[in-house]
């Protein structure tokens, strides 16, 4: 099984828990895993440490944006008025005994605006500080609505879990970001012109990817131009490596990703200084990272339907990212998607259940648990909302 080359700094981190054990996994396998995962997590947060501190500057950013521009239509009397009208939208959505992914993204949205509407209001009264009533009154009522959606998304399909994924992102509106997202569409859609490496066999084209990572590496990237250029050839290396992605089983992948996650560190310690715009570098980096999912789930899934898939461990990768667009991407990286990018991820949705049976009619995984995989990975997403 080779490594998943489409690792980068997101807030959505690889979790164990949500990749589907087949039937047939022995328990050496599991064992396996389990360290592997560990190993993993520690190298991660190793080399994303530095990404993450300028994703969190970034969103904290367009939050603050948000929070002046948005006109809220909430009117409060006072602070306790204002808790009161959020117990009562809690009180309305433990009324509803289920809701389809529409209504649910609905929920959120109104969550998400009534819960920043009322917590910037009773922050300004001096008791916000003096006492704690009123700031425990708040995440009472907001533990106790996400209890509530959670239990609205007990059961939903991967269909629903990319509608509300992409209809519930607070940046979604945001007019600064769609004016650096719009350029950067430009520049991502201008790449699928290009044509991937044919010359060699998976071998030889795996090590010009390796060539051409430790020149990076060596080099550096220290300014906008260089930091397109890299983005580019990546990018047409990566494809290339997606055309023969059931050939690599038995090539060694750990060194070219272990360079690239390394690359994607330096490229955001370079904002710190001040090579490169930590906004630019947010969202082409971002888009990025979706096209790399998207791409990389798509033609797992192509392979599904194709019946190339031939063991339970080979299912069991492909599977995983097939799922990595669902799971890996947070509010911002969903923001950023294009309408064909959208309408990439519905199509791959609406797949979950015909990849489904073949998996399950070749007893590569237990349907029980292919069946749950949906609600878990909304139910993730709700979560950290």
């Not at 819960?115 to 425990?136: E, G």
């Not at 708040?138 to 209809?167: G, I, N, P």
């Not at 690599?248 to 690359?263: F, H, P, W």
């Not at 200084?273 to 899934?301: P, Q």
Request: hydrophobic share 35%.
């Amino acid at each position: 099984m080779h490594p998943n080359l489409t690792d980068t700094p997101m807030r959505y981190k690889q979790n164990r828990g949500f990749c589907p054990q087949s039937k047939i996994l022995s328990a050496q396998h599991k064992i396996a895993a389990k360290m592997q995962m560990k190993k993993k997590k520690t190298s991660e947060r190793k080399n994303t440490q530095m990404s993450f501190i300028f994703h969190l500057f970034f969103l904290c950013l367009i939050l603050s944006m948000t929070s002046c521009s948005v006109k809220s239509d909430y009117h409060f009397d006072n602070p306790h008025d204002a808790l009161k009208q959020y117990r009562d939208f809690h009180h309305s959505i433990a009324a509803e005994p289920k809701a389809n992914a529409e209504k649910l993204a609905n929920f959120i949205c109104q969550w998400q605006e009534l819960s920043d509407t009322v917590y910037n209001y009773i922050k300004k009264d001096p008791a916000f500080t003096a006492h704690a009533s009123l700031s425990m009154t708040f995440q009472v009522t907001s533990d106790s609505v996400r209890v509530e959606l959670l239990r609205l998304a007990s059961d939903c399909s991967l269909s629903d879990v990319a509608y509300v994924k992409m209809h519930t992102s607070p940046y979604r509106d945001d007019a600064k970001l769609n004016a650096t997202k719009a350029k950067a569409n430009t520049f991502f859609s201008a790449l699928d012109k290009q044509s991937v490496y044919n010359k060699g066999n998976v071998r030889e084209k795996i090590e010009r990817y390796r060539r051409f990572l430790a020149a990076t590496q060596e080099h550096g990237i220290n300014n906008q131009k260089e930091l397109l250029s890299f983005l580019e050839t990546e990018d047409r290396h990566f494809r290339t490596f997606l055309t023969n992605i059931d050939e690599y089983s038995n090539v060694g992948l750990k060194d070219v990703t272990k360079m690239t996650e390394q690359i994607c560190a330096d490229i955001y310690r370079a904002t710190s200084e001040n090579k490169l715009a930590s906004e630019d570098v947010i969202v082409y980096m971002g888009m990025r990272t979706c096209r790399r999912l998207l791409l990389n789930a798509e033609v797992c899934s192509k392979l599904f339907k194709a019946g190339k898939v031939n063991s339970p461990s080979q299912a069991n990768a492909y599977l995983w990212m097939t799922l990595q667009p669902f799971l890996s991407m947070d509010a911002l990286s969903i923001s950023m998607l294009t309408e064909e990018q959208q309408k990439q991820m519905t199509e791959l949705a609406a797949s979950f259940p015909e990849i489904s049976e073949r998996l399950s009619t070749k007893d590569y995984a237990d349907p029980e648990h292919l069946a749950r995989i949906p609600s878990q990975l909304l139910r993730l997403y709700i979560s950290v909302l």
